[in-house]
């Protein structure tokens, strides 16, 4: 006796059954392949750089972020003559709808001043790298990136600015 197929169901829907449709497997694949490009984020953070005869300059920071991500900036000041009052300063552009948890170290003074998150460190000496590293998270919020400067001063005196752009995708 011949199995019978249920009521509504062709020949044509049985013929079709037998064959996969590839499309599902190539976009995943496409969308596998763009993640480990990187084009999502999570690629190694970049350096930044700027150096005169006063001193050099690194900022260390993704340069592609998603939503809810937490991430880790790390500064270097390495001066080439003495410095009275080490002020590292972040424009409010960049931590704009970011939630900031940790600065290590801690600054001995925190100030506000046109348009810059002030931390001061006090005295840095020649060729003695100093480091700082803050550690964030984006909010929610935030879209398509931000974007602003990392300065090294001495007390108010402009020594060296890096330029940072981050891309936040959601």
Request: glycine share 10%; proline share 8%.
């Amino acid at each position: 006796m011949e199995a019978q197929a249920p009521d509504g169901i062709t020949q044509e829907h049985e013929s079709n059954s037998r064959r996969a449709n590839p499309w599902p497997l190539i976009l995943l694949a496409v969308l596998l392949g763009a993640g480990l490009t990187g084009l999502f984020g999570g690629q190694p953070a970049i350096v930044r750089q700027a150096s005169n005869d006063l001193v050099s300059l690194s900022v260390r920071t993704p340069e592609t972020l998603r939503n809810g991500m937490a991430f880790e900036t790390i500064v270097e000041v390495t001066p080439h003559r003495p410095i009275d009052d080490l002020v590292i300063a972040v424009s409010d552009g960049l931590w704009r709808e970011m939630t900031i948890n940790t600065m290590i170290p801690a600054a001995g003074d925190e100030s506000h001043k046109s348009g810059f998150h002030r931390f001061s460190f006090g005295e840095a000496e020649p060729g003695e790298t100093f480091r700082f590293k803050v550690d964030g998270q984006i909010n929610p919020p935030l879209f398509a990136g931000t974007s602003g400067a990392v300065l090294a001063l001495d007390g108010e005196r402009r020594l060296a600015a890096v330029p940072v752009r981050i891309k936040v995708l959601p």
